[in-house]
């Protein structure tokens, strides 16, 4: 760890001080003209569909989750 990072030391499962990061974000809220709201994001009709058909691969495919086994029994 570099000296500029700020640390906290903290007591370890075994009993032993350590030494942590602390808090590295700058405080504040994000400013005005930040877009997240993604239909305004992405723009026209092609792309949201795009968008949406690729979530909906990654939640509902067949590799997802923890019921894929990697060795089948």
């Known amino acids: 760890m570099s000296k500029k990072d700020p640390t906290i030391k903290r007591t370890g499962f075994d009993g032993k001080p350590v030494e942590i990061l602390g808090e590295m974000y700058e ?5 005005i003209g930040e877009r997240v709201n993604w239909r305004e994001r992405l723009g026209d009709k ?5 968008y949406i058909k690729n979530a909906l691969r990654y939640w509902y495919g067949e590799s997802y ?3 894929k086994r990697k060795n089948p029994a």
């Open 27 to 31: 405080p504040g809220e994000p400013g």
């Open 46 to 50: 092609n792309r949201q569909l795009r």
């Open 65 to 67: 989750g923890s019921e």
